[in-house]
């Protein structure tokens, strides 16, 4: 049987946890930092997880995540 290919694209922007959760980096902070607030910047740091209809998307294309 051939190995089943991950999403390059998922890889690139996605991880799991090892409890199984999908963690993304939060969105929103490429460009444009001067019309932000200091608590949306500051709420934005580092990253968070995914919801479960959004996991369920993600999932499949990641088949040797845990």
Same mark, same amino acid.
């Given at each position: =049987?051939?190995? =089943? %290919?991950?999403?390059?694209?998922? %890889?690139?922007?996605?991880? &799991?946890?090892?409890? *199984?959760?999908? &963690?993304?980096?939060?969105? *929103? %902070?490429?460009?444009?930092? &001067?019309?932000?607030?200091?608590?949306? /910047?500051?709420?934005?740091? *580092?990253?968070?997880?995914?919801?479960?209809?959004?996991?369920? /998307? /993600?999932?499949? =294309?990641?088949?040797?995540?845990?």
């Amino acid at each position: =049987m051939p190995k =089943m %290919k991950t999403k390059s694209s998922c %890889k690139k922007r996605f991880k &799991i946890s090892a409890t *199984g959760k999908v &963690i993304r980096a939060q969105a *929103g %902070k490429r460009h444009g930092m &001067i019309k932000r607030s200091n608590k949306f /910047i500051r709420d934005a740091r *580092g990253t968070t997880t995914l919801s479960k209809a959004d996991e369920q /998307i /993600i999932k499949p =294309m990641m088949p040797y995540s845990r």
